[in-house]
């Protein structure tokens, strides 16, 4: 059973910091996409970036490119989400979610749809304000 505990959350000025970990168990980095999501108030449940199992390739949304990445701590079996440069329209609850694809035929695929995605972590809060 896959279970994913995201932490890290709080509160970040403009144009500050700030870094979401992922405790990962009964998945497998070599074998499931391990991606980011987030959701606002009033919007819907939005894609961030992930790293994709087939290759290792990591895919971000063009709102957060240049400014978010996404990396796995090994020993510690963690995805991370460093965040960036960051802005009030990055204030939401964002979700860590695992999926099993990652290629079609000999090609990479990154899931990007969050019915893609099989596991879900239970949210942390990131609010952007000064």
């Known amino acids: 059973q896959v279970q994913l505990i995201e932490s890290g959350g709080g509160l970040v000025q403009p144009g500050g910091s700030l870094t979401l970990s992922c405790a990962v168990s009964?998945?497998?980095?070599?074998?499931?996409?391990m991606g980011w999501f987030r959701q606002a108030p009033g919007k819907e449940r939005e894609f961030v970036g992930a790293r994709n199992w087939y290759d290792g390739s990591t895919t971000y949304a063009p709102s957060v490119r240049w400014r978010f990445t996404v990396s796995k701590n090994n020993p510690t079996n963690t995805l991370v989400l460093q965040m960036e440069k960051m802005k009030p329209e990055d204030t939401a609850v964002y979700y860590c979610?695992?999926?099993?694809?990652?290629?079609?035929?000999?090609?990479?695929?990154?899931?990007?749809?969050?019915?893609?995605?099989?596991?879900w972590g239970q949210g942390t809060q990131v609010t952007v304000s000064s």
């Open positions: 009964g998945a497998s980095f070599s074998s499931y996409t």
């Open positions: 979610a695992a999926s099993v694809k990652g290629q079609k035929g000999n090609d990479v695929y990154t899931p990007v749809r969050v019915d893609e995605y099989d596991d």
